[in-house]
Nanobody
């Protein structure tokens, strides 16, 4: 059973930074890809950034140049460094892991950016 636990969310002023972490219950090297998604009330969950085991990271246009996704395989942890945060970044952020066509999700962590 795959478990993903996010942490690091909170309240921050516009222009500030946060780093989200996603701790996996097993080796993240077994996942084909991991990523971060976000969702606001009444809207669909949207991709923020993904990082495959091999290859380049992918970012939503709205976060390019501000967010950085990284993986620490020995620590089984995925990170999302968020800089220059904007009020429109306010959302619940979810960690995703994909393996053999199956998607696994964490419980989400709230990020609130005040203006």
């Amino acid at each position: 059973q795959v478990q993903l636990v996010e942490s690091g969310g909170g309240l921050v002023q516009a222009g500030g930074s946060l780093r989200l972490s996603c701790a996996a219950s097993g080796s993240i090297f077994s996942f084909n890809s991991m990523g971060w998604y976000r969702q606001t009330p009444g809207k669909r969950r949207e991709l923020v950034a993904t990082k495959p085991n091999w290859g380049s990271s992918n970012y939503a246009d709205s976060v390019k140049g501000r967010f950085t996704i990284s993986r620490d395989n020995p620590k089984n942890t995925l990170y999302l460094q968020m800089n220059s945060l904007k009020p429109e970044d306010t959302a619940v952020y979810y960690c995703n892991a994909r393996r053999d066509g199956n998607d696994y999700w964490g419980q989400g962590t709230q990020v609130t950016v005040s203006s």
